[in-house]
């Protein structure tokens, strides 16, 4: 005889629907210690996303799951984060993942993983060179001037607390640093 306090499938499955309506993206230098982590707006949380999962269920006459339920299915079942990782990707080392990845000609795939490990050659000579112009600039008859600039954030707006907002693709504002 099943448990009276046992909640059925359908109704777990709603959750899960639920969390994974939201956008969420991987981050490129967070991969290689954990492949399958997951990020999500900054702007969100567990309880936010349990409130609009609860609007959720009004709208389609669903009974909803309670708040520790649901927290309970978020934390063990999905690799899901809010706060956005201190690193992000570039795109070519993406575009160069996911061509490798697709590839089946073997002769296409060693060049796209040469092509690869010539775009990463090239950014860290690109930093050795700011490095060192960094470094020659501070010499004080120097006549070397060195200007980094760099993505800081990438502002989503608008913070609506509207429930259909959180399911739609935000703008941003990009916030660039100049050093």
Do not use: W
């Not at 777990?12 to 991969?31: D, G, K």
């Not at 690869?116 to 050659?121: F, N, S, V, Y």
């Not at 935000?170 to 660039?176: I, K, R």
């Amino acid at each position: 005889q099943p448990s009276a306090n046992k909640i059925d499938d359908a109704r777990l499955q709603i959750v899960r629907n639920h969390i994974e309506s939201f956008p969420a993206y991987q981050s490129h230098y967070t991969r290689a210690h954990n492949p399958d982590r997951k990020y999500s707006s900054e702007y969100l949380n567990i309880r936010t996303l349990f409130n609009l999962y609860k609007v959720h269920c009004d709208n389609i006459n669903a009974v909803p799951v309670s708040e520790s339920k649901y927290r309970y299915i978020f934390n063990y079942e999905f690799n899901l984060h809010f706060h956005t990782p201190h690193k992000d990707t570039c795109a070519k080392c993406d575009i160069f993942k996911i061509k490798i990845a697709g590839c089946e000609d073997p002769q296409k795939k060693l060049e796209l993983e040469t092509s690869k490990e010539l775009h990463l050659r090239k950014a860290e000579l690109a930093r050795e060179k700011l490095k060192q112009a960094k470094e020659d600039s501070k010499k004080g008859d120097s006549k070397v001037y060195a200007l980094s600039f760099d993505l800081q954030k990438a502002l989503a707006f608008p913070t609506l607390t509207c429930s259909v907002a959180y399911y739609k693709r935000n703008m941003y504002v990009y916030n660039v640093g100049c050093h």
